[in-house]
């Protein structure tokens, strides 16, 4: 008894002293891009779409491509600093006021990332004991995309720390069919599509699995119990109700009803331009499923990646055997089903949810190897210290690139060489490109030959980000950027991109193979782009 509570003691310290070890890899890097009136982050909502709102009172037709919760979070943060705009102590919309929201913006992302892991370490012990679950949580806290993600105003880990409470109630739900673990599980689950959009594909399969679970269980008690006699109970109805009410109220449905159709119209209308897109045939689905075992190898790295396919088939040769957490591959399934192949596209932020659930099964692995009764024990532990200290390594080359960002000396180039009154032209948006603020400059959306004929910019700025890979041949686009790579009206004059030696990503994965495939397709390669800078002849 005395050996299991000092493990268990342990497991607790190891667990706290990891998320502080999370929350300083994450925070590691949050200047990125900053001081900024955009950022560098692709698909940040930046301050100003939240001070929109809030001057609308998320009201009176407000809408934008995400739902409103996280605008609701960030509006009560921001409240302090625009009260003192509206009592013209201080301009919020000036760069030092205006980056300041950047920073609690991107340090309330940080917290929410060690939150995220907390549930995520709430999850395992509902399915196994406490060392699987703190390696659970080691796997997640060292993926690619959560030490990206976890230091932007995206909304990845918001919508994922929402998604995996609902999980967390999920769980409890099926051990134990309380009514609160079923009103719980409604209302995060609401709050996770309330989040993101995208969250919702996790609830189609989801519902009908606890309905099967709950008839199931009521029948124990009762074998002549019917369906419709289970769906009567009040666990059932009173989660839809909760679910709908909440999401009505979270939309502010009775006072923005406008808005929210527009919101509705605007994401079900768009992204039809996204590449690569794969062709909508079964065909189709076999290479995106490639490209999805692909990008979660990206995200865990090649040792985890192994460890979490170990565990997850071993699962399933005992299914019978680990029942709650083979329960996680129908939520899984259900938004692989109902969101990846609905929009023909991957990309490894869609996967981060898959890539969260597989670590829960490397988790058991690790927990099952790394048992001290077993043979080689001390050869396994220092095997496993080897791996993780390497995939530690490989995730920490997110922070690198950002604070070696190629655009930091970009910038400090154009200082010393470029006159302060030459017209510059942006072709590859303020996301992609260095600061120009200090500078007379011009972003263009969809640059063309006749641009550079009218404007006479005398310098063009390229980010790999944005260039001639995004185009076909007939496109005005490809024309503009051959020009300037012929070198026929402008002379490249800086050519750069950081080469840091820490960096164990390969360079090949994240650029373009051809004008419609990417090896990997991420945000990542958005870090640390090439940029090149054209002066007139």
Not at 461 to 489: C, H, M, Q, T, W
Request: hydrophobic letters at 45%; charged letters at 20%.
């Amino acid at each position: 008894m005395r050996l299991w509570v000092k493990s268990n003691n342990q497991i607790a310290i190891a667990l706290i002293i990891l998320l502080l070890f999370s929350f300083c890899l994450n925070t590691c890097g949050i200047w990125w891009g900053l001081p900024s009136f955009s950022g560098w982050a692709a698909d940040e909502l930046i301050p100003l779409r939240v001070l929109e709102g809030m001057e609308k009172g998320f009201s009176n037709g407000w809408h934008y491509k995400y739902p409103p919760v996280h605008f609701y979070i960030l509006a009560v943060l921001y409240s302090p600093v625009w009260l003192l705009h509206k009592l013209n102590i201080i301009d919020i919309y000036s760069l030092p006021a205006y980056t300041f929201l950047f920073y609690i913006g991107r340090f309330l992302t940080v917290f929410m990332g060690s939150a995220l892991l907390l549930i995520i370490y709430l999850c395992g012990l509902e399915i196994y004991d406490r060392k699987s679950s703190f390696f659970a949580v080691l796997i997640t806290a060292l993926s690619v995309p959560l030490i990206y993600y976890s230091k932007t105003i995206n909304l990845e880990v918001p919508y994922l720390l929402w998604v995996m409470l609902s999980l967390l109630f999920y769980l409890k739900l099926l051990k134990h069919h309380r009514l609160k673990d079923y009103l719980l599980f409604a209302l995060t689950a609401t709050i996770a599509v309330c989040t993101k959009d995208q969250a919702y594909a996790f609830y189609l399969l989801t519902p009908i699995f606890i309905i099967v679970e709950h008839h199931r269980y009521q029948k124990q008690d009762n074998p002549e119990l019917t369906l419709k006699d289970s769906l009567k109970d009040k666990r059932i109805i009173l989660s839809l109700a909760v679910g709908i009410g909440a999401f009505l109220l979270l939309h502010n449905i009775i006072f923005n009803l406008p808005g929210f159709l527009k919101h509705v119209k605007l994401i079900t209308a768009g992204g039809g331009s996204i590449r690569p897109r794969y062709e909508q045939s079964i065909i189709g689905q076999l290479q995106m499923f490639r490209q999805t075992l692909t990008h979660l190898r990206f995200s865990l790295g090649w040792p985890t990646y192994i460890m979490c396919l170990l565990g997850f088939t071993s699962i399933l040769y005992r299914l019978k055997n680990n029942y709650l957490l083979a329960s996680l591959l129908v939520p899984t399934i259900s938004y692989y089903l109902f969101y990846v192949c609905v929009v023909w596209y991957n990309n490894v932020r869609y996967l981060m949810p898959l890539a969260i659930i597989l670590a829960l099964y490397g988790g058991k692995f690790l927990g099952e190897f790394l048992n001290p009764e077993k043979t080689l024990f001390k050869a396994k532990a220092i095997l496993v210290t080897t791996l993780f200290v390497y995939t530690f390594a490989y995730g920490f080359s997110v922070n690198i690139l950002m604070m070696q960002d190629s655009r930091y000396y970009v910038e400090q180039w154009m200082q010393q060489n470029i006159d302060k009154n030459a017209l510059i032209v942006n072709t590859g948006g303020n996301k992609y490109s260095p600061r120009l603020d200090n500078f007379r400059s011009e972003d263009v959306d969809a640059p063309s030959l006749e641009l550079l004929s009218t404007k006479k910019p005398e310098y063009v700025i390229v980010s790999s980000g944005y260039d001639i890979r995004r185009f076909e041949k007939n496109a005005p686009e490809y024309a503009f950027f051959d020009n300037l790579n012929k070198e026929i009206d402008y002379k490249l004059v800086l050519k750069y991109q950081s080469q840091p030696k820490w960096n164990l990503f390969d360079r090949q994965e994240l650029s373009y193979r051809d004008l419609d495939k990417m090896y990997i397709y991420s945000n990542i390669d958005k870090i640390n782009p090439e940029i090149k800078i054209f002066k007139r002849k």
